[in-house]
C-alpha cells in the first residue's frame, strides 16, 4: 500500500511553454501533497505544501505565480510550470501524506523536467 | 535552526562488505527521524522510521540505531550489494509541523 504515481516520469519542452505534472495517491486519501525539486547531487528541496481544497504553501524563494498548484481532490495534485525556462530545468518529486500514524511521507518517483 | 547533516557525503566499498552511514541533527521538538534509499533518478523510498523511544530498527540488512539524547543516529548496511549502491538520505520530522527536515545524503557505491 502506501503508493504515489507522478505524470510524465520525464517531459521535455521548448522555453516559454507551460508543463503540468500529475501526483497522485493510488491506495490511500492524501490530505496533504508536497512537492520538491531536486538538482543534481542535492537533496530534496520542499517548493510547496497542499492541502485538498484550499490554497497551497509556497516556502520562501518560490514564485507561487509560476508554480501553480491545485489539489483538487484527496488522490490528485498538479504542479504547473508556467512559461518554463532552462534554469526550471531539475527533477520534481512530490509526496503524499494520510496525515495518519507517524504521518509519514510516500513519495512519488519522480518527473524529470528539461527545458531546452 | 533545525538541520541535519550526514557524513560521509560519499563512500565507496567492495561488494559484500558492510558500512555504517551518520546522520546528526538539531531538530526540536523531535517526532521521528527516516531514512530512506533514493536511486538516481527516482523518488526516496523509505528504509525505516523510529520516534523517540525507539533506539534500533532493522529492515532486512539495514539496521537504524537512534540516540536521541545526542540527537544522532545511524544506517548500516550489512553485506552490500550492487543493487544498494544509491543515495541515503536521513530525514528528520519535527513535532507539530509537517515540514521535514533533509539531510544532504551519503552516495554510496558499491564496487563488484
Known amino acids: 500500500g502506501a503508493v504515489v504515481s507522478q505524470h510524465p516520469s520525464w517531459v521535455i519542452c521548448k522555453s516559454g511553454t507551460s508543463v503540468k505534472i500529475e501526483c497522485r495517491s493510488l491506495d490511500f486519501q492524501a490530505t496533504t501533497m508536497f512537492w520538491y525539486r531536486q538538482f543534481p547531487k542535492q537533496s530534496l528541496m520542499l517548493m510547496a505544501t497542499s492541502n485538498e481544497g484550499s490554497k497551497a504553501t509556497y516556502e520562501q524563494g518560490v514564485e507561487k505565480d509560476k508554480f501553480l498548484i491545485n489539489h483538487a481532490s484527496l488522490t490528485l495534485s498538479t504542479l504547473t510550470v508556467t512559461s518554463a525556462h532552462p534554469e526550471d530545468s531539475s527533477f520534481y518529486i512530490c509526496?503524499?501524506?494520510?496525515?495518519?500514524?507517524?504521518?509519514?511521507?510516500?513519495f512519488g518517483p519522480g518527473t524529470r523536467l528539461t527545458v531546452l | 535552526k533545525n538541520q541535519v547533516e550526514q557524513s560521509p557525503q560519499s563512500l565507496i566499498i567492495l561488494e559484500g562488505k558492510n558500512c555504517t552511514l551518520q546522520?546528526?541533527?538539531?531538530?526540536?521538538?523531535?517526532?521521528?527521524l527516516r531514512w530512506y534509499k533514493q536511486d538516481t533518478g527516482r523518488g526516496p523510498v523509505s528504509l525505516t522510521i523510529?520516534?523517540?523511544?525507539?533506539n534500533t530498527k532493522s529492515n532486512g540488512r539495514y539496521t537504524a540505531t537512534l540516540d536521541a539524547d545526542t540527537k544522532q543516529s545511524s544506517l548500516h548496511i550489512t553485506a552490500s550489494q550492487l543493487s544498494d549502491s544509491a543515495s541515503y538520505i536521513c530525514v528528520v520530522s519535527g513535532a507539530g509541523f509537517q515540514k521535514l527536515v533533509f539531510g544532504t545524503g551519503t552516495r554510496l557505491l558499491v564496487s563488484p
Open positions: 546522520c546528526n541533527y538539531t531538530v526540536s521538538p523531535f517526532s521521528n
Open positions: 509526496s503524499a501524506t494520510s496525515g495518519e500514524g507517524y504521518n509519514e511521507q510516500f
Open positions: 523510529m520516534t523517540f523511544s525507539e
